[in-house]
């Protein structure tokens, strides 16, 4: 099986990724940034993983010659990785922005202009690009401006990349609304938020793992983006 690449693997809905595509038998090559123990388990486990900021272009473009150095072909990119960065009075508007269109959207651009290669195949819709998005790409957030811009950003690169790589390779968004609370998350914040859809909940990695391997299992889904939000905009 060829390997799957997926960004921001250290916690979370990237570590969920991670270790259920590794137990359905993928090599897992991934990106992270702060250590915590998860990695040295994924490592432990096999998985091939790269420090890389990817704030920082001159660490991008490494991992990208070593990613080429090492591999032939890719089963599929999954572009998780992410900051959610909020408005604030003294932070610096412009390294938000950039900060927030970096990663969100430049790292995609970048990786799969160079790693298309990798995915390409005489079979119809075989290879995946998925990139994980954000309800809020189409909504618009007071509070995440610059977050929720960057990832339409992202949702307009889902439409370019599947219209460049057809017909190999399948790219496809996931946009979710609340599939995880931060621990800091208070009672408040979480009544709030629940509130919000019809159905009351958070969606949990089982939800993006099942939309994940959906979008995987495709040979005619291509350009569309899978919307896990429980019913927000009806609410
Ligand atoms: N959780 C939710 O309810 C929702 C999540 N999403 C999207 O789903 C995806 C996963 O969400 P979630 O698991 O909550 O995300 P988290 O914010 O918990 O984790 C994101 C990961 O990306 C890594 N990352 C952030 N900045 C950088 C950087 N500069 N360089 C390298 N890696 C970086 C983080 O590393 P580090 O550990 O060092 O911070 C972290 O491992 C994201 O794309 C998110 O936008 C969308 C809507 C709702
Ligand atoms: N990179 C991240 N993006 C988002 C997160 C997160 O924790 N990390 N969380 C959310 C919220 O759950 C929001 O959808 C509901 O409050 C959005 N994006």
New binding site residues.
């Given amino acids: 099986m060829q390997p799957i690449l997926i ?2 693997i ?5 570590l969920a990724m991670a270790k259920d595509l590794m137990a359905q038998g993928y090599p897992l090559i991934g ?4 250590h915590y123990t998860a990695i040295e388990d994924l490592k432990a486990a096999g998985a091939e993983l790269y420090r ?4 920082q272009n001159s660490e991008i473009k490494a991992f990208i010659a070593e990613v080429k150095n090492k591999h032939e072909s890719l089963r599929a990119i999954i572009h ?5 960065m909020p408005e604030r009075p003294d932070t610096d508007a412009a390294k938000v922005f950039d900060s927030m269109m970096q ?1 969100h959207a430049s790292v995609p651009y970048q990786l799969n202009l160079a790693l298309a290669p990798l995915l390409e195949t005489d079979e119809i819709g075989c290879r995946d690009i998925i990139h ?1 998005s ?2 809020v790409a189409q909504k618009g957030s007071k509070k995440h401006i610059a977050y929720a811009a960057s990832k339409a950003a992202l949702d307009n690169l889902t439409l370019s990349f599947a219209a460049k790589l057809a017909p190999g390779v399948k790219v496809n968004g996931i946009a ?5 609370f931060n621990d800091q998350d208070d009672t408040a914040y979480r009544q709030k938020a629940l509130a919000k859809a019809l159905l009351p909940k958070e969606g949990g990695e089982q939800e993006m793992l099942t939309a994940v391997k959906y979008l995987m299992s495709s040979r005619y889904m291509t350009g569309r983006t899978l919307s896990l939000d429980g019913g927000r905009p009806l609410k």
Avoid: C, E, F, H
């Fill in positions: 960004t921001g250290g916690k979370r809905l990237g990106t992270y940034r702060s890389v900021d990817l704030l998780n990785a992410s900051d959610w990663i994980i954000d309800y979710p609304a609340l599939m995880l």
